[in-house]
């Protein structure tokens, strides 16, 4: 028999009460998800490198009623991150989503530009889950939420060190999920298709480049970035109590399906 209270299903994704890190919020998805995160009721620490960025984001929370403050965060700066895990430690969740990419063919890559993806998009990660991991086992518990991609799962020409560091994020995330898990730490990460962002500025700038990658979703469209919104606020809350380990792809459809070719019926 089970005495335990019934669940209150009406706060099921309510983060009252907590702090939640969101590092990369001063633009693109990051911003959209803190904003998510502050309408759920929690604290939101908005770091960024661009300290004028989180203050932005900082303000269009307050004026929606919600709570948060901006933080200054390089996180290539190692000791940057250990002081920023140290004065966020008993948050809740910590959200990450800084990355950048190189569309090159391997051929063309030079070392400098393998180093500056890697580092950003690996090393940091590795960082920053290490790092906060760690606190947050020792305080109980926690969430941490990074941003994996696609590119993880399926490739095309030009973005193998790109795929690369997202694979590894995916598996650095399993492995986190595994040695922080005993401590109620979860590690999950988020895996968008085609979102528009300054990342994919140079996409979108060319027409047939962008909409064939529109085409290949099975909604047939690209995603906006308030439409990962959902998929962290799932993940930092309550609702997500039982998943870690795990990627959740919000790519439309996109790894879903074939999409070379659509059949006739009969």
């Known amino acids: 028999m089970n005495d335990s209270a019934p669940i209150d299903y009406s706060r099921l994704f309510r983060l009252d009460g907590r702090t939640v890190v969101v590092i990369g919020a001063g633009s693109g998805i990051g911003r959209e998800a803190a904003q998510a995160l502050a309408a759920q009721g929690a604290h939101v620490a908005i770091a960024d490198y661009s300290l004028a960025g989180a203050e ?3 303000a269009l929370i307050g004026a929606q009623g919600g709570s948060a403050e901006a933080y200054e965060l390089d996180v290539l700066d190692d000791e940057a991150v ?4 140290e004065r966020f430690g008993t948050a809740s969740a ?9 569309r090159k063919r391997m051929d063309d890559y030079t070392l400098d530009e393998f180093d500056r993806v890697v580092n950003l998009n690996l090393r940091a990660s590795f960082q920053l889950i290490r790092k906060f991991g760690a606190r947050f086992a020792a305080n109980g518990g926690g969430s941490i939420i990074g941003f994996a991609s696609i590119r993880a799962q399926v490739v ?3 973005q193998g060190v790109y795929a690369a560091t997202k694979a590894g994020l995916v598996q650095l995330a399993k492995t986190a999920a595994a040695e922080y898990g ?3 730490v979860r590690v999950n990460v988020v895996a968008p298709g ?10 979108k700038a060319n027409d047939e480049w962008y909409g064939a990658y529109a085409q290949k979703a099975a909604l047939g469209r690209w995603a906006r970035p308030d439409e990962l919104a959902g998929a962290v606020v799932y993940l930092a809350s ?19 399906i074939d999409g070379r070719f659509t059949p006739p019926a009969s």
């Open 194 to 203: 085609v979102v528009e962002t300054p990342l994919t500025a140079q996409i």
């Open 94 to 102: 910590l959200v990450f989503t800084a990355a950048t990419n190189v």
């Open 182 to 184: 005993p401590q109620g």
């Open 156 to 158: 095309e020409p030009g």
């Open 82 to 85: 250990e002081a920023a895990a």
């Open 56 to 58: 932005e984001t900082v």
């Open 238 to 256: 309550d609702a997500s109590s039982f998943v870690t380990g795990s990627t959740l792809t919000v790519d439309g459809g996109w790894t879903a």
